[in-house]
């Protein structure tokens, strides 16, 4: 009985525990899943394991074909971010499958893909419904003649030192990567239609995918821009996914190296991998670029309370504030391109917000001379960060039957006109019933 | 005539009038009760509910007068329809319906009565039923006589056509829109055989309440006028006339502007122009008879010459710039309803939103019979009966039935106008008819006292008595006599006015003394007799079985009959709207066809996007459209609206007939007149409606089609329509935007729920075939059936 009590409790707690380790406020604890082909790339990825562990991060490794694998537990999740460093695997063991790890993304969580040549079709069509489409062939890889990296045997030219990136401070960070990325795996390509998915790492216009042993018989179908080497979703809910088509780019050898790109004459001492995928991670992982809008606030000019309506042409202030994660705490967010809405069916006012500079947004204006349901809309969609969309419903009604201007001096005239009217009727009602 | 009785005659008169009197007030208090307790068949059959679709707006708006007062009615900007527009309910609303319940409960509750807002409602259109057969009785008296007064009243409490709008909970405009039209007919036809001011004011005050109560005001300022214009024409021009008329177009054009939703409508719109017309042509009539008293024939004549000829030239001008300035407007400066009324084929070719209304259909011949029953053979017989004589008053009738025959023809729902009519002129022929057959009797029967005061020859004094029209005619000549000696002391006026009088009664009352010639033999009257009270008797049984059985039905609450004579309630509706206010959030929006917008608001408190007052055609276009739409585009109109859920009402599994699959053709047709890439040919095979496996493409695919038979295949497994008696063309398909939330216990409502947009987008590589998928989609499909 004692031990069911334990167990029970134990459970509960548990729950709690997972429950607490969503929020955002929450610096430690986080947990990941890494989901591994065989337990060696621990130790060869390391430093990037270690770069989680020291931003506070809980790391559960297991083997994907582990059959104990289990993402939620009553109905909770037991992650916050799932990491598959299994690009080979055929079946994910216990109850993880595809739409297992979809539901996880679907429900608000992180995800890391990397695969490599040996990709299997589980982790093509992981990436697949995230967005992103691996080449469909098997034995491809990325092959860049004019950009690889110099290394000491000519090679086939599949190791490509890349450098073409986004240029986004929230997602790769402030700090320019100087030396390019070591890059040896399969490219993908983006879905053109959706808005969803970023390409974070570009292959040079000459790189193109294709099997590096055998003679090209065909053009390759995958070739320069479009081909993309890293790429990153941020899902509609704000999940991040992180799709990369090389796994040695996470290794600590990669990590370790110099670079050289062919053709020039930099030589750099390390690659530029560690701040990359670290900074990456950070952005996955919500460390950055994560934004809350809060304290939505409006109110007539000179008034402190909220009216449950507005009248048409009614002065109005709007106040809200918007804050970034910062991984340890948030701070304000500063922008100035933070707009507000005054929508029904179509914006009718259209105001830049400024800012106070400690996260304060501020605007005001004049209700338009339209009554109806209206809604204050801040739709906030910057690329890298998570995007802010909020309504706030009020309705704006017309004057009162009192509000109105109770005599027009244009109309002066009519008022004269009947009063005289009046006036003759009466005269003239007099003298014609008493004058005789 | 002048002469009175002698003057035992005389005493006997007087005590008959007073138990005439205590009798048609109990007779008329009878009435009332009828009228009252005929009504009540729908709280005894089902209950104490507010039925159909206007009466909940009206509740509503009721609730909120009750609640927050008057001010804040007069200006309620309602947010929770028309989403997002919303609706100015201050000021697009007839405010006397709820004007009028709203204080019955107010001085019910300071009287310490606690009834509820909704039983008062429910209870207004039965009390105001029983106060216009009360004001049928005043206007038939008026025309002609309390005999005819009481028959019309008997008649107008239980005419089916009337109890349709006024059973209890069928809280509508005309529930006393109805008693306010025969009241100022009444006080018209008061003021014209009066000509008291008094009496023109209290009418202008009538017409007031009428204008607060409904649209068909218009009938009102028309109808007058036109009358007006006959008398002129027909020579009766008369200063009552006068009187009767100017005040009522000043003040009650005046009074009529007050209310918000008529406003200035009552000065700019040609449904109003005919009044002001004829209030000139009275003023210059009026003129002409002036000048025509103080000028000499030959000098009248030649004036009259030169102000025709250099009026004429004035009129032309004037008439020509009114054209002009009315062709200008694209509905030459009617409103849509009215033009409807004038060209019974406009809206149908114009607005398919006002054809759409079934109760602006014209109405069958069989409604005539289902509505107004026997009033429709005596209406003939009654106007043959107010020509003899043709006084002002019973011409008015005359006119009015004649107006309102033509009006229920065109739309349907006006049968209502025509009803109180057809009592008015039924009345007045079945009380001729009682009159002349029993006189015929009292005639030959020897045992009457009265015998002999016939044969003594004194033949009005015993039509008198025998006529209750004529004691009151009696009465007055009494009364008159009195006075006359006054008459030397009083002003000129007034004794013209006198004398006018006298004319009118003299005319009215001449023709008794040639009913000595309509004497018949007794067999044949009392057969005839015996005919009349078996054709009321019919009639009494049709209109109580019209009140239980056709009109009592509250149509949110729908009953059948099982073979086994069980009843068997269909309560899906309160069910659906139950569904709705407890499950979704107060500000969710609900889209439906705007048949439900009413019912939605008031009973499941949410915000709707169309509803029954349908001022906006444009937003309603956009429902249509998006409801014929496929699944994709209708799914983006609703999120442009804000729409989080879509009620659609299904008949197939029970053969509920009036579902939206049904008006469908309409929401095609109102949204292709606004957008143009619905087409209805589209919907269409070969120009017929079908919904089996011959429908066109587009019918098949369009959101209404696949919302209402959505899974309906898993019901019998055959998908077989029960209102279209066929099997439904598309019988196994999903929805990918849209997921049932809830269907009714009948599957009468069903209520669908937007999906979110997907929170993540493919890529392009073919879903490869993995087991984890498949697994997935049944894990995920939401299906609260399974």
Known sequence: MAKLAIAIFLAISLVLFSRLSFSRESLTGRRILVLLDDLSIKSSHSIFFNSLRSRGFDLDFKLAEDKSLSLQRYSQYLYDGLVLFSPSVERFGGALDLGAVLDFVDSGHNLIIAADSSASDLIKSVATECGVDFDEDPSAMVIDHNSYAVSETEGDHTLIAADDFIESDAILGKNKIEAPILFEGIGHSLNAGSSLVVKVLSASPSAYSANPSSKLSNPPSLTGPALSLVSVVQARNNARIMISGSLSMFSNRFFRSGVQKAGTSAKYKKSGNEQFVTELSKWVFHERGHLKAVNVRHQKVGETDEPAVYRIKDDLDFSVEIYEWSGKSWEPYVADDVQVQFYMMSPYVLNTLSTDQKGLYHTSFKVPDVYGVFQFKIEYHKLGYTSLSLSKQIPVRPFRHNEYERFITTAFPYYGASFTTMAGFFIFSFIFLYHK | MSTAGPEGANGATTLRNAFGGVLSFFILLLIGVLAFSIRLFSVIKYESVIHEFDPYFNYRVTQFLTKQGIYEFWNWFDDRTWYPLGRVIGGTVYPGLTLTAGTMWWILNSLNIPLSVETVCVFTAPIFSAFASWATYLLTKEAKGVGAGLTAAALLAMVPSYISRSVAGSYDNEAVAIFALIFTFYLYIKTLNTGSLFYATLNALAYFYMVCSWGGYTFIINLIPMHVLLCILTGRYSSRLYIAYAPLVVLGTLLAALVPVVGFNAVMTSEHFASFLVFIIIHVVALVYYIKGILTPRMFKAAVTLVVS??????????????????????????????????????????????????????????????????????????????????????????????????????????????????????????EAFTVFTRSIKFQLPGLSLGSQVESGDVTSSVAVAQNSSTAVARNDVAKAEKAQEASKTRPSKK???????????????????????????????????????????????????????????????????????????????EAYAWLRHNTDVDDKVASWWDYGYQTTAMANRTVIVDNNTWNNTHIATVGTAMSSPEKAAWEIFNSLDVKYILVVFGGLVGYPSDDINKFLWMVRIGGGVFPHIKEPDYLRDGQYRIDSQATPTMLNCLMYKLSYYRFVETDGQGFDRVRRTEIGKKHFKLSYFEEVFTTHHWMVRIYKLKPPKNRIRGKTKKLKSKGSSKRSVAGKRNPWN
């Open chain 2, 310 to 431: 250099v009026g004429l030239v004035v009129c032309c001008a004037v008439v020509a710039v009114l054209v002009a300035l009315v062709a200008s407007s694209p509905t030459k400066g009617w409103s849509g309803r009215s033009l409807s009324l004038l060209d019974p084929t406009y809206a149908s070719k114009y607005i398919p939103i006002i054809a759409s209304v079934s109760e602006h259909q014209p109405p069958t011949w069989p409604s005539y019979f289902m509505d107004i029953n026997i009033l429709a053979f005596l209406v003939p017989a009654g106007i043959i009966a107010c020509f003899l004589p043709l006084s002002d008053a019973s011409s008015f009738v005359v006119l009015y039935i004649v107006t309102s025959v033509y009006f229920s023809g065109v739309m349907v729902r006006l049968m209502l106008v025509l009803a109180p009519a057809a009592c008015i002129i039924s009345g007045i022929a079945l009380s």
């Open chain 2, 496 to 574: 013209n006015k006198k004398k006018e009088k006298d004319i009118v009664e003299k005319e009215s009352v001449t023709p008794h003394s040639d009913r000595r010639h309509l004497i018949l033999p007794m067999e044949a009257s009392v057969i005839s007799i015996f005919l009349l009270v078996l054709l009321g008797a019919f009639y009494v049984i049709h209109c109580v079985w019209a009140a239980a059985e056709a009109y009592s039905a509250p149509s949110i609450v729908l009953t059948s009959q099982s073979p086994d004579g069980g009843l068997h309630v269909f309560d899906d509706f309160r």
